[in-house]
C-alpha cells in the first residue's frame, strides 16, 4: 500500500499513519520528496481497508499497489531518486555521469594511467575489477585487497569516485573502506543473500541486468536491496544473451526507457558488456543517452591489446576521449549535460 501525505502534513500526522500501517503489520518504508512523504507498506496483512488510510489526518490519498515491486516502482519516489556522492556528484540528476576504466585492477601502474585518462575525459568514477568473476578457473582472478587499495590510491590523487564488483557476502566489510560504489555484476543480479546483506549498507549499489533476466525480473531484484532500507540503488542495462552470436550480448536499448517509466531508480548503460566489441561500443553508448540514461558505465584501458581481460572490449583512451566530445553534443539534445 501507498500512502502519499498532503503538502501541509505534520509530523505528527506522519507518525500517526505509520503507527496505524505497523498495527497493521505492514513494514513501512518511508520517502520524502520535494513535495510530499510518501509512506510505502510492505508485507501482506490479512485485513485492511484502504478507505481507512484517505481519511486519516494530512493523508492526501492511498491505494493498492497492484505490482510485485512495491519499493522500486515509481510510485515510491514520482519525482525519482538522485544519489549524491560526497564529493558532489550526483547520479539521476540532469548530467550524464560517466564510469571509465579497465575490467581488472593488474598493476599499480595501470590503474593510475588509467584514472588520469578517465579524469582527463570527463570521467567521474574509476571502474575496475579488484575481484573478478570469470567464466574460466583458469583466467586472472583480480587481485584482491591489494587491488581494492590500488583503486582507492589512485582514486584519491586523481579525485575520482571508485567503483568495483562484489561477488560475495564475506567481500562486504573488507570493500567498504576503499569504495564509493559497490557493483553486483549480471551473474549476481538474483544472488539474493548478497542482494539481502547490500540492503543492510548504507552504500549505493549499481545492479546490472542478468544476462536472461526480464525488466520485472530486475525490479524485483532490486526490491530485495530497497527492502533492507538501502535506497541509494542505480540499475544497469548491460546486454542480454539472445539467439544473435555476431555480438557478446544484444544491448537491449529499449529497456532504458521502460525502466525509466516503471522505476524512479537511476538507470545507467553499460555498451561493453552490451556488445563486446570496441568499435560497436560509442554508438551503443551514444543510444543510450538518446533512450534516457542516467550515465555510463564503460570500460577503457590504455593498452587494450595487452589488458589481461575484456581487451576486446576495452576502448582505447583516444576513442574514450571522442566519444566524450560527442556525448557533450548529444546531451543537450535530450535535455541533459555532461560535464
Known amino acids: 500500500m501507498i500512502v502519499a501525505m498532503q503538502d501541509q502534513a505534520t509530523e505528527e500526522n506522519i507518525q500517526q499513519v505509520i503507527e496505524r500501517m505497523v498495527e497493521l503489520g505492514f513494514n513501512v518504508h518511508r520517502t520524502t520528496g520535494a513535495a510530499q512523504t510518501i509512506l510505502a507498506g510492505v508485507g501482506t496483512p490479512e485485513h485492511f481497508e484502504v478507505a481507512e488510510f484517505k481519511v486519516l489526518a494530512g493523508v492526501h490519498d492511498a491505494y493498492r499497489i497492484s505490482s510485485p515491486y512495491k519499493l522500486a516502482g515509481r510510485n515510491f519516489r514520482p519525482e525519482g531518486t538522485k544519489i549524491k556522492f560526497p564529493n558532489g556528484v550526483v547520479v539521476g540528476g540532469n548530467e550524464v555521469v560517466l564510469m571509465a576504466g579497465p575490467c581488472s585492477v593488474e598493476s599499480r601502474e595501470q ?29 586472472f582472478q583480480g587481485m584482491g585487497v591489494e587491488g581494492l587499495k590500488l583503486l582507492r590510491e589512485v582514486s584519491n590523487e586523481t579525485g575520482l569516485l571508485v567503483i568495483t564488483e562484489v561477488m560475495e557476502i564475506s567481500q562486504i566489510e573488507v570493500m567498504l573502506p576503499y569504495i564509493d560504489c559497490f557493483q553486483v555484476g549480471a551473474r549476481n543480479m538474483q544472488n539474493f543473500n548478497l542482494l539481502r546483506e547490500l540492503g543492510h549498507v548504507r552504500k549505493p549499489v549499481l545492479l546490472k541486468r542478468g544476462i536472461s533476466a526480464t525488466i520485472e525480473e ?6 530485495y536491496i530497497l ?37 524512479h531508480l537511476p538507470v545507467m548503460g553499460d555498451p561493453s558488456h552490451g556488445v563486446g566489441i570496441r568499435d560497436l561500443v560509442p554508438p551503443m553508448a551514444l543510444a543510450s543517452v538518446a533512450a534516457g540514461a542516467d550515465g555510463l558505465l564503460m570500460e577503457m584501458h590504455p593498452n587494450p591489446d595487452k589488458a589481461m581481460s ?22 543537450p539534445v535530450v535535455g541533459r549535460m555532461i560535464a
Open 111 to 139: 590503474i593510475l594511467l588509467s584514472a588520469k585518462q578517465v579524469a582527463a575525459a570527463g570521467g567521474k568514477f574509476l571502474r575496475g575489477g579488484a575481484y573478478k568473476p570469470r567464466s574460466s578457473p583458469y583466467s
Open 218 to 223: 530486475v525490479l524485483l531484484s532490486a526490491e
Open 227 to 263: 527492502s533492507g532500507g538501502n535506497y541509494d540503488l542505480i540499475l544497469c542495462e548491460r546486454g542480454i544473451r539472445t539467439y544473435e552470436t555476431y555480438t557478446r550480448n544484444t544491448m537491449d536499448i529499449s529497456a532504458i526507457p521502460v525502466l525509466k517509466k516503471l522505476t
Open 310 to 331: 575484456d581487451g576486446a572490449q576495452s576502448l582505447y583512451p583516444e576513442q574514450l576521449e571522442k566519444l566524450v566530445a560527442q556525448l557533450r553534443l548529444l546531451a
